[in-house]
Each structure stands twice: as C-alpha cells, then as structure tokens.
C-alpha cells in the first residue's frame, strides 16, 4: 500500500533530514514543461540544502513517497491523475488508480511515513463567499490532526484570508511567519493579517515544533515564508486578475474540488504568465527554507 524509495527509507531510519513534496502542484497546479522543471529543480535544491527529497503521490494504488523521474514526468504529462485529498484516498487505493496529492493527502502519507516536514506553494483554505458555501478546504482539517510542518508561501488571495487564519486559530494550528509579522498572500508578502509569531530563523521553528508534538499536541503547523520582493506581482494587478477569476467561476457555476484548479488556470491566464514566474521562484524559495528546517529538526532528533 505504501512504497518508500530506498534513499529515503534509508535516511529516515538513520533519522536525517527528508523533505515531503506535493504532486497537485505538478498535476493540476502548472503546465507542461514547467510544472516537470520546477519539480526536478525543487528536488535539487532539496538536496542542496543537506535533505532528501521525497515526491509524494498515488500510482496503481501505492502511496509513493519519492518519486523515479519517470513517474515525475508521467505526473506532468498526464491528464488522468485524479486530484486526491483525505476523502478520496481510500477510493484510489481501492480502484488501483493515479492521484495527484493535495496538501492534506500529502500530509497523510508523509506522516505515515515518518515525514515532519513538507515544502509546497500554498496551502488551500476557506474560499471567498465560504460562511455561505461552505466551501473550506480539508487542508485546514488536515493541519488540525496530522502533525507535519507545511512551509508555504501562504495562501492565494483567491482565498478569504481572515477567515481561513480564523480557522487554523480554532484548530489550534500555530502559523508561523519567516522572518515576517504579516502572512503572505502567495504572489505577494502582504495580506493585511498578522501572523501568530514571528521566527528569526528556522532553528527557532524547529524548536516549536519539537516542544508541540513532544507535548503530544498533535497537528500541523504552517511556516508561511513571503515571495522575494524582487519576484512579487502588484497587489492591484493580482487582486484585479482574482476579481475576473471569481465572476468566471461563479458564472460557470464551477465549485467543489474543480473550483481550485480552475481558479488557479485563469489567475494564469488573466496575468498572461507573470504569474506563472512567481510561483516557481516562490516554491524554490520555500524549498531553500524548507530544507533548513528539516536539517534543525533533524539535530533536535
Ligand atoms: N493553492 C495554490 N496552489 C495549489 C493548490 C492550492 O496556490 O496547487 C492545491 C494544493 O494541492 C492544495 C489544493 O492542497 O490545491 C487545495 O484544493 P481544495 O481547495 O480543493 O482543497
Ligand atoms: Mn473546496
């Protein structure tokens, strides 16, 4: 049911520093060919940094955690990976069928695993209109009970911001700011909220999280790490771009889990690729901080 690559096994055992990555990203979250590059060069600077990549991911109904670069570029190239959160494991499992792992089912398979430590773009939360659609992403659920740290670089503004942190608050998840009082909206450093604490340096993040899980606080934490101000898109211009993407969505009457990837296409296409930059940089730029704290983690045992 689950199949651990060699090299990864092998580094958990000896209790050294691995890193979980997420396949939606690569399935549903960029096109071809830059959604294959930016997996193999976060995978490089994983390994860069002094940790061992492991892609997660569903193929014939085995949780895979690490990834050959031909399932890579299966993941890429396919449009028949299913997108897989909690509720849709066992089905996949069941049916022998290919899924793409969101953060929750990543979260699941990296924990079963002995993975602390997970690096991805952004996470899902609760979406705008969510007090009336009830539309709240099972990553916040997830956050709650699965104790593995996500490092992202906050969450899209596609996204009601105050209400997802009001979420993570009542389910006791710390959110973590690198080096930063204000949570980051993805393409941008700035929502306009507070982060719950801010971390000097992720030494200080890895102390967090060994006395919680320690405690027996199970559950999650997000280390939200802001987008370098030298690749950030204007707040206006993705806020503008977010507005046109939403109006489409509800016209098209698109929700459930369609709602994400499709608002995630037509950020795409609304900023005509600039977004698609950002988010690459920004999924290195975690992958750098990410790797980091998996190594600190590693020393504190
Ligand atoms: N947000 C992003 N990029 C992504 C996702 C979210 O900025 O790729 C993906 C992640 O895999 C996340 C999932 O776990 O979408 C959330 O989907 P939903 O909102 O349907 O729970
Ligand atoms: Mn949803």
Known sequence: MIQIKEEVRKALEEGRAV???????????????????????????????????????????????????????YLATTKDALKVSRRDIPYVLANKKNGATTVAATMIIAKLAGIRVFVTGGIGGVHRGGEDSLDVSADLMELA????????????????????????????????????NEFPSFYTPHSGYPVDYSMEDTMEVAKILKSKW????EGGVVLAVPIL???????ATIEEAIKTALVHAKELGIHGKELTPYLLDELKRVTAGSSLKANIELVYNNARVGSSLAVELAKLG
């Open 19 to 73: 890193v979980a990555l997420e396949s939606t990203i690569i399935s549903h979250g960029m096109p071809y060919p830059e959604n294959l590059e930016t997996a193999l060069a976060v995978e490089k600077i994983v390994r860069e940094a002094g940790a061992l990549p492991a892609t997660i991911a569903i193929l014939d109904g085995v949780m895979k955690v690490g990834l050959s670069q031909e399932e890579l570029h």
């Open 145 to 180: 009970r699965t104790s593995v740290a996500v490092v992202c670089a906050g969450a899209k503004s596609i996204l009601d911001i105050g209400r997802t942190l009001e979420v993570l608050e009542t389910h006791g998840v710390p959110v973590l700011g690198y080096k930063t």
């Open 214 to 217: 320690d405690l027996g606080l």
């Open 229 to 235: 101000e030298e690749v950030a898109l204007e707040d």
